[in-house]
């Protein structure tokens, strides 16, 4: 929805849908079948770099923030994956690893890749370490599970939607670190931490909401680390007296690696993480990204392709996401 809003400034000239998965039907001109061939599984890397050895951010692993016009950023600027076909660059293609079907594989590509690499690397969560998770949908529920596979002693989690709450209690949050803000009989986090003394590591922001961004100042610990994932607000609160006075780091967070992609897969592929995927036709993509506005969709949407109506044998990406 973020690139439907003018603060993000793309041109309109292209398809947007920055997550997919299907398989392969053609191979370009300069593509040797020992590295790829038709009928072969992949996700796509949506922000793959220009790879080029000039490049400043690509010769430090930073490729996924790469300005360059052959960048890639599937559609965030190239055409993206609201299509029945696409044509991806062999860099952004990501081989699928057996027990990762096309439909999961297709939110792979952001919402467990970009909380994947929020958590272990932005934040670099340790084991001794209390979080506070704010923002249960498609990627904060993703994130919840990682940070449990790598052990965090503590998560609190904070939505204003009680569902996503319950989701969580579900995945073993217990419910006195579960925090629903529209819910006028449930103290909010930052006063609890406060009343208990309840140290917050790192808070991980995947809602970036002017009301999530106030309340991370407020409940992280002295020292401590905000990572800013979500875009929802056009700008944020900033109280300098705490941002200094607490000394808190503010981190961003963008996406993810193709290293860390790779890891992503081999997690879902051992049922580490489990994300929680909706389907739906293509043809509906109009109501699907109204319902998304309004918050009617739960976490991730995966539209499908109906592949009767086309005479094209085989298909290229099977999947979008939401």
């Not at 400034?9 to 079948?33: C, N, R, T, Y």
């Not at 890397?45 to 430090?60: E, F, K, M, T, W």
């Not at 609201?82 to 860099?91: D, W």
Request: glycine fraction near 10%; include cysteine.
């Amino acid at each position: 929805m973020a690139m439907t809003e003018p603060i993000i400034g793309m041109k309109p000239e292209f398809i947007l849908g920055h997550e997919g998965a299907g398989e392969i039907v053609q191979l370009g001109s300069d593509v040797s079948e020992a590295d790829f061939q038709v009928g072969e599984r992949i996700g796509i890397h949506i922000v793959p770099g220009c790879d080029a050895s000039s490049c400043l951010q690509c010769n430090r692993g930073l490729h996924r923030l790469c300005r360059a016009e052959n960048s890639g950023n599937y559609g965030l600027g190239y055409d993206g994956t609201f299509a029945e076909y696409i044509g991806i660059q062999t860099r952004a293609a990501i081989k699928l690893p057996a027990g990762v079907d096309v439909v999961t594989a297709a939110v792979s590509g952001d919402a467990v890749l970009t909380a994947y690499q929020a958590v272990k690397y932005t934040a670099a969560v340790q084991p001794h370490q209390t979080i506070a998770i704010f923002g249960l949908g498609g990627l904060g529920l993703n994130a919840l599970q990682i940070a449990q596979h790598l052990g965090v002693k503590r998560i609190l989690v904070v939505d204003r939607r009680q569902e996503s709450i319950d989701e969580a209690i579900k995945l073993g949050i217990p419910a006195e670190d579960a925090f629903c803000t529209s819910d006028p009989d449930v103290k909010k986090i930052e006063q609890v931490v406060a009343e208990q003394g309840i140290l917050v590591d790192t808070t991980i922001d995947f809602a970036g909401a002017e009301a999530t961004i106030l309340s991370t100042q407020l409940t992280v610990r002295p020292a401590g680390q905000m990572v800013i994932v979500g875009l929802l607000a056009k700008q944020a609160p900033l109280m300098p007296m705490a941002v200094v006075m607490k000394a808190i780091t503010i981190k961003g967070s963008y996406s993810g690696t193709i290293e860390s992609f790779h890891e992503c897969l081999e997690l879902m592929a051992k049922g580490v993480v489990k994300p929680t995927i909706e389907t739906g036709s293509i043809e509906d993509l109009p109501k699907v990204l109204k319902d998304l506005d309004e918050g009617k969709i739960k976490s991730r949407m995966v539209l499908l392709p109906d592949w009767k109506r086309y005479t094209a044998p085989g298909r290229l990406f099977e999947t979008s996401s939401l």
